[in-house]
């Protein structure tokens, strides 16, 4: 027999939605040990633990896979394809509304379109601390995105304003914000977008203690350190408005010890594989709820208390690594807001994390 670890790994069916299906009546296990609750299942299970995964991505309603699994169990190919054959029919209508909505789009959406070059003057000089320069990449490199589908998500934003500089990255389910000083420029607003390859090649010329020198000239970047110079072009996209993006509603907070904090999401309950909106890859997700006393507890998935937030895992290391504090501060509202990981010492550098849902 399997064990629901083992059917988890095998089928693609997380161990928390192997427990829901149970409860559900729709996928029991062969026999529950009776001390300890631990399921275990018949090898032929693991067939239908496929089929319930594959129907669940494609988003079959939990009744029809109820009436699916019993007609697969006995048989029923005619009731099977029916099945399937009317939710393929539901998604196709859904489709084509979803296009005639977009339709309705494209006219207002092309007259409010404005040129990248409007935000870029013909040419920008400023200086900027190497080393201040170099914590902010570190601090927003990580959520830079890397979909094709969206080039302008392929790169770090370069927001120049007065005298400082914020520098943004996002892959829509993750984003990081760092702010550094810089002299020199006291015109409009300047933003660029910074193709992640150069934002790199920049990285690696901050290593010295003088203050480097960046310059804008149309769509051309360039970052000088001493005798040593990189620079490309930008990208032609524009980039999300981040400042409507990042204001979140208050939430709780909670300060926690970065290395602690590392150790229980690494060691502490998972769930495992789990495939949810970001881009249908499975991810495991770490539960996290806040404690009376203002303690972040990693929880038990099977815990159906709203109070709990759950991210992709991986997600939330990179963040407390960008943070590059010993102790930060985690903010989180309802299940359904953004968690944010922001410093102690500096409300300008943070990054936030979409939450995903958890439905089962």
Known sequence: ???????????????????????????????????????????????????????????????????????????????????????????????????????????????????????????????????????????????????????????????????????????????AVAHTGTDGHDGPRVQVVVPTPLVDAMRALLGGAEPVRLGVDGDRVTLEAGDRETAGQSLGHDFPDYRRLVSLPAGRRALVDVAGFRKALETGPVRAGEVREQDGVPCDLSVLGIADGGTVTVRDDGDDDQNRVAVNREFLLQALAAGARDELIVEFGAPTAPLAIRRPDDEETFSILMPVRLED
């Not at 399921?39 to 594959?54: D, H, N, T």
């Not at 007609?71 to 998604?91: E, I, P, T």
């Open 1 to 175: 027999m399997r064990s629901i670890g083992e059917m988890a790994r095998d089928s693609g069916l997380g161990v928390s939605a192997l427990r829901f299906y149970d409860r559900a009546g729709v996928l029991v296990p062969a026999w529950v040990d009776p001390e300890s609750g631990y399921r275990w299942y018949e090898p032929e299970q693991l067939e239908e633990a496929r089929l319930l995964a594959g129907l669940r991505r494609a988003g079959m309603p939990l009744a029809d896979i109820r009436l699916v699994l019993a007609g697969w169990a006995g048989a029923d190919a005619d009731l099977v394809r029916g099945l399937l054959q009317a939710h393929l029919r539901r998604l196709e209508a859904g489709l084509s509304d979803a296009r005639r909505e977009f339709s309705t789009l494209r006219a207002p959406l092309d007259h409010r379109e404005s040129p990248m070059t409007s935000s870029r003057p013909a040419s920008v000089r400023l200086t900027v601390p190497a080393a201040e320069l170099a914590a902010a990449l570190d601090a927003v490199r990580f959520a830079a995105g890397g979909d094709p589908e969206l080039p302008m998500l392929g790169g770090v934003l370069f927001d120049i304003e007065g005298d400082g500089l914020r520098v943004v990255a996002t892959d829509r389910y993750r984003m």
